[in-house]
């Protein structure tokens, strides 16, 4: 008895220096996290808006296409490859907003491109930006996008600078930091997306790449469909006035059961003798007799 009562205080202590130590192991490994590497994706749905009636040019630097951000923050190397999927996005985008766009090599493409190309667009990431969960102490990562689009001319002068920000949030997965960060960046880019979709038409009406009168935000037609709010309405007559109780007969003649009001004889207008009068009453009284048996 006396031998095993001396060692119980050794066999605790040591059992508590050994899940210290691994408590301490855990922790080591949590906050000094690995680099985390991802590759975005981008789904941009087609607008739906009519596109514009002019053919563009589209110059994509190599910052744009082959844009990487690499950030060190909280002992962890962050580093997201943006530039392609942001490339094909706008691209597609592009393409449904024009009538036609060309890709070129450089700014000065613009007569190359053809005589009915009406500007060249480059575009910029000028800023991407993500905010984890244990920065926020909220379980989302935000992601922000700022870009700018260029607008120049085909001689390659600049006519026109437009910056535009989109926004994305996803729910935070475990311990795992990718697929959310992959998540809110595509839709950040889906956002900024749409405000070029809807945005950009009023901004080529003030540098003039489309006249003013041109509608925005319309819906697309297919070919040989008529243009909207052009069907004309049949008039109607309008509705005839009636006496007080009774109702406008149809134009077959009365419903059975409905009164029937008469037009004044031809004489009420004329000057009538005493004497008349009284056949006329004792005729207009013996009217609804028949008519109450209906």
Request: charged fraction near 20%; include cysteine; hydrophobic fraction near 40%.
């Amino acid at each position: 008895m006396s031998f095993t009562t001396r060692q119980t205080p050794l066999t605790h202590a040591a059992f508590g220096w050994a899940t210290a130590a691994a408590i301490s192991v855990i922790v080591a490994l949590l906050t000094a996290c690995g680099p985390v590497k991802l590759v975005a994706t981008t789904n941009i749905p087609p607008p739906l808006v009519v596109k514009i009636p002019v053919s563009v040019a589209l110059f994509v630097p190599k910052e744009f296409s082959g844009y990487a951000h690499d950030e060190e923050r909280s002992g962890t190397d962050w580093h997201v490859e943006i530039g392609k999927a942001q490339t094909d996005g706008l691209t597609r985008l592009l393409n449904a907003m024009f009538q036609r766009v060309v890709l070129v090599d450089s700014l000065n493409s613009g007569p190359a491109a053809g005589a009915d190309i009406r500007a060249i667009l480059e575009p910029s990431l000028e800023e991407y930006a993500f905010v984890t969960p244990r920065d926020a102490g909220s379980p989302f990562f935000a992601v922000s996008l700022k870009y700018r689009i260029n607008v120049y001319t085909p001689d390659g002068r600049l006519a026109d600078s437009w910056a535009f920000t989109g926004y994305g949030t996803a729910p935070s997965q475990g311990i795992s930091s990718d697929a959310p960060l992959t998540q809110a960046t595509a839709l950040a880019m889906r956002d900024a997306g749409a405000k070029l979709a809807v945005e950009f038409r009023e901004q080529a009406i003030v540098c003039g790449l489309i006249p003013e009168s041109a509608v925005p935000d319309s819906p697309v037609l297919p070919p040989g469909s008529p243009l909207p709010n052009t069907t004309i309405a049949t008039p109607t007559a309008p509705p005839t006035d009636t006496p007080s109780g009774t109702t406008a007969p149809p134009a077959s003649g009365p419903a059975a059961g409905e009164k029937k009001p008469e037009p004044p004889p031809p004489e009420a207008t004329e000057q009538k003798q005493p004497g008349d009068e009284k056949p006329e009453e004792k005729k207009t009284a013996e009217v609804p007799a028949p008519q109450s048996l209906v």
